[in-house]
């Protein structure tokens, strides 16, 4: 009887995956057309153009997730291979910006980059940029007016810092990379996905004894949240 329930929970996985792939790819299709619609209402509806902006973060933020959970089961079961390579930052982190740029502009959100240009690092482009944009997608709910992205290298580590001028992090949230998976709230609906997504990408990134971490608190250059990744 545990056998046969061990086979089903494991078909039941495989299952579930699957589905949440199909998912994500229709929400890709749904999110490219959002692309072409916002770019031929923003000059000409504004309020077609406020409807569809809504849309296209909701639609983010979904497809967002769905990417977690697929990365989250694939590096669980063993079949994701980090891929590490040697990229520009600034050029990475240029390319996270652009990609909200229109809900940047929509929300009225202040955005700065302040990275060297001759910065390169080894890293795992995709598990990054998936960590980078949940980010940028929660500060634009949450923050007021203002978004920083920064990076520099310190004891021998690249640092990428996110800040805001929200509310700042629940003090439930703050942690030094500990497994926030935990962390579920039914009041907020927040089930700690994020940031689990994040620390698990950052243990991922290793250079001989080192290994990646994240940082969440509230010491933000704007009085806000500040949320770091640390990758050696």
């Not at 061990?6 to 589905?19: G, H, P, Q, V």
């Not at 063993?78 to 050029?91: K, M, T, W």
Request: aromatic share 10%; with cysteine; hydrophobic share 35%.
């Amino acid at each position: 009887m545990d056998i046969e329930q061990k086979e089903d929970n494991i078909d039941f996985s495989s299952m579930l995956a699957s589905t949440v792939h199909d998912m994500k790819g229709s929400l890709t299709m749904l999110l490219n057309t959002l692309d072409e619609i916002i770019v031929d209402t923003k000059n000409t509806n504004l309020n077609i153009y406020a409807q569809f902006s809504k849309l296209q973060y909701e639609a983010k933020r979904v497809n967002n997730n769905l990417i977690q959970l697929l990365t989250i089961y694939k590096m669980e079961k063993s079949q994701y291979n980090v891929n590490i390579e040697h990229y520009s930052v600034s050029d990475f982190l240029d390319e996270q910006i652009l990609q909200s740029k229109s809900l940047f502009e929509f929300h009225n959100i202040t955005v700065s980059l302040d990275c060297h240009s001759d910065l390169y690092w080894y890293f795992d482009r995709d598990l990054l940029s998936g960590v980078i944009n949940n980010v940028i997608n929660n500060i634009i709910r949450y923050t007021k007016d203002k978004f920083s992205l920064k990076a520099y290298v310190a004891d021998n580590c690249l640092h990428i810092e996110l800040h805001d001028n929200g509310r700042g992090y629940p003090k439930t949230f703050a942690t030094t990379d500990s497994v926030s998976h935990k962390r579920v709230s039914f009041a907020t609906g927040s089930t700690g996905l994020g940031l689990y997504f994040s620390s698990l990408v950052a243990r991922a990134h290793r250079n001989k004894n080192e290994t990646g971490s994240i940082m969440v608190n509230n010491n933000s250059e704007f009085g806000g949240g500040l949320f770091t990744i640390i990758l050696p």
